[in-house]
């Protein structure tokens, strides 16, 4: 039985070490190291000590905060009505189905939608509005990278609020709970696990977003994931850009240590 565990487990321990954990120690040993090999603290002394970087962590956080916000306000009453509606599979489904279509083909096609000439315009030219420059701004950038998330958020939501027992809303309503009552104070905290999970799935990712920063926000929107990309294709700065990588792993880190010590908690509760 041991041999069997440990065979199946090789496959994806290679996998790990090869493509997670051997480039984050070639990401840590360029941070920490100049252009002669040197060890060396002044990339992340440059990194902290220049407004440009902090600018940056700040956008990065801004718009993630911003994505994952309007991305929770629309993905859990969605979730909640899904959670009572017939066919509830074939819905999953449609919701599941766009996860599928690769980024790039996606950001292509808001392109297309969104461009001067694109659908929204013409849509917008039957008003007397159009044509407006609603692509390369931020509004089209945090559409898209909400469209692109939301998915990601209504699942973890939709399973917990399904886990729920029927016998506490029943029980709620039996003791003259109002539905608003019974979703305030049964629903939204039975289902806070989902809600932590959606805003994990959503809100790290958002934190190193490159490629719709380019194609749909152009240069209006810098962020971390945008200075990680010049540093490492255009600048050639592979040590920089391993700093700034660096730096954006701990974030990450310390978002999922947050949002698992919140839940943990609550579970013990």
Not at 124 to 147: C, E, H, K, Q, R
Not at 193 to 222: C, D, H, K, Y
Not at 242 to 257: F, W, Y
């Amino acid at each position: 039985m041991k041999k069997n565990r440990l065979f199946f487990l090789l496959p994806y321990s290679l996998w790990i070490l090869l493509f997670v954990i051997a480039p984050m120690i070639l990401i840590a040993f360029d941070a920490f190291t100049g252009s002669h090999g040197e060890f060396t603290w002044s990339n992340f002394v440059q990194f902290f000590s220049d407004t440009t970087f902090l600018r940056m962590t700040l956008n990065s956080f801004w718009y993630a905060f911003l994505i994952t916000v309007i991305t929770l306000l629309i993905s859990y009453p969605m979730a909640y009505i899904l959670s009572h509606m017939k066919n509830q599979q074939f819905w999953l489904l449609l919701i599941i189905l766009p996860t599928w279509i690769n980024l790039l083909l996606k950001a292509y096609a808001f392109i297309g939608i969104f461009a001067r000439d694109g659908l929204v315009n013409h849509f917008l030219s039957f008003f007397g509005i159009g044509p407006a420059n609603i692509l390369f701004t931020d509004f089209a950038f945090i559409f898209v990278a909400t469209y692109i998330e939301i998915p990601f958020m209504i699942l973890p939501i939709y399973n917990a609020i399904c886990d729920i027992d029927p016998a506490l809303i029943n029980a709620a309503r039996d003791l003259g709970a109002s539905k608003w009552q019974v979703l305030g104070k049964i629903i939204w905290p039975l289902s806070r696990s989902g809600v932590e999970s959606g805003i994990q799935a959503v809100f790290i990712p958002s934190l190193s977003l490159f490629m719709l920063t380019r194609l749909i926000g152009g240069n209006r929107v810098i962020t971390l994931g945008t200075a990680i990309e010049e540093y490492f294709l255009t600048t050639m700065n592979w040590h920089m850009g391993s700093t700034i990588g660096v730096v954006l792993i701990v974030l990450m880190l310390i978002v999922m240590l947050t949002t698992n010590r919140k839940r943990h908690h609550q579970e013990v509760r």
